[in-house]
């Protein structure tokens, strides 16, 4: 595993992150005497189909449809938007990456039971040839300059891409998992940094108000935690994780205004364990020896647990979905979703349409 920086909080899971702050509680919006869960809004709106998804796929798969599909695409050109004005190149990587990649990023060999196979049985031996679908598009953006030498002049690089995004992983059930909160395929914008090693961890607080200022325009509430020890990965020296709020279910851990967490981007800073297994290195002087760069990434944002968010926190009365000021130009000035009738009557349930 990496050596944390100095800076992480020492703990054992959790429990032991530390809050650094809150945004946007002090001016909330009024919200509905009851907040319905987006799972349930999503199928009164007809704009989410979870049984659908698990007929066509099995569970963890949802179509995403109508105005809902259309408020979709309308976040992820809003992310791609505000992190090109934040100087970031866009990048669409290929979705099956190879297993030299993968480790490339440490996530073989620790998390092969967590990602896709093409071709193969799951627990199938693979060499560095052998193809998966991309867990997160940092596999494939890292991985571009894999056993390269960047020029000092270069740094900092800073991609982004958008892409699907496919993961086994199957977690807990019930509540607190249910609807579009975990899922094996989402969208999302990852937001990938290669900069000169004295400039990382200055980057790393750069990195995280680029990945903030998503939300605060989208007037989201939300908190940054401060990750220990115990509950960062492998590969990473220092973390941060942003979770916007949703108020739509009541969890024991959140915040006093009811509701709950949602993790919606993690922050890291690397240092140069990826750069190592990658071989990802720079000069800083044409003449001098290569050296090796340091690699940072996040999310920006995970595009579902957004979607959760603005469908619980912009909800009104009626049951109808204030469209955010920021999208709408993204929809055609469209200012609200009022949803629409569903299609059939019998294709997944018992009985008639009501």
């Known amino acids: 595993p990496n050596v944390p920086h100095e800076s992480v909080p020492v703990g054992e899971d959790e429990s032991d992150n530390v809050e650094r702050y809150r945004e946007g509680f002090d001016d909330r919006r009024e919200l509905p005497d009851e907040v319905v ?6 199928e009164q709106l007809d704009i989410l189909d979870f049984e659908r998804g698990a007929k066509v796929s099995g569970g963890g798969f949802q179509f995403v449809k109508g105005e809902g599909a259309r408020l979709e695409y309308a976040l992820v050109q809003f992310m791609l938007d505000v992190h090109r004005e934040q100087d970031y190149v866009d990048v669409f990587p ?5 297993s030299a990649s993968m480790r490339g990023t440490g996530q073989l060999p620790k998390f092969a039971a967590d ?12 060499d560095d040839d052998d193809l998966w679908l ?9 991985n571009m300059y894999r056993d390269e030498i960047l020029l000092d002049d270069d740094l900092p690089v800073k991609h982004q891409a958008f892409s699907p995004n496919f993961r086994r992983e199957a977690g807990e059930h019930g509540t607190e998992t249910r609807g579009y909160v975990r899922v094996h395929q989402f969208n999302k914008v990852e937001l990938v940094n290669f900069v000169r090693p004295k400039d990382s961890h200055d980057r790393l607080e750069g990195l995280l108000s680029e990945a903030e200022a998503v939300l605060q325009r989208l007037e989201l509430p939300y908190r940054v935690l401060d990750m220990c020890t115990g509950d960062m990965g492998f590969s990473q020296a220092k973390k941060y994780d942003i979770e916007v709020w949703a108020p739509g279910d009541d969890m024991p851990d959140g915040p006093e205004a009811g509701g709950r967490w949602l993790e919606v981007s993690s922050v890291s800073n690397f240092e140069a364990f990826q750069a190592r297994r990658a071989g990802l290195r720079y000069r800083p002087e044409r003449h001098e020896s290569a050296e090796y760069l340091h690699t940072l990434n996040g999310s920006g944002l995970a595009v579902p647990r957004v979607m959760v968010a603005m469908l619980e926190y912009y909800q009104n009365e009626d049951g109808t979905v204030t469209v955010p000021e920021p999208l709408r130009p993204y929809m055609d000035g469209q200012e609200r979703i009022e949803g629409h009738d569903p299609v059939g009557e019998a294709a997944v349930g018992a009985g008639e349409r009501e």
């Open 94 to 98: 290929p979705l099956p990456v190879n």
């Open 134 to 142: 991309l867990p997160t598009a940092e596999v494939p953006v890292t």
């Open 37 to 42: 869960p987006h799972y349930d809004l999503g």
């Open 115 to 126: 990602a896709y196979r093409v071709g193969a049985r799951q627990d199938d031996d693979y």
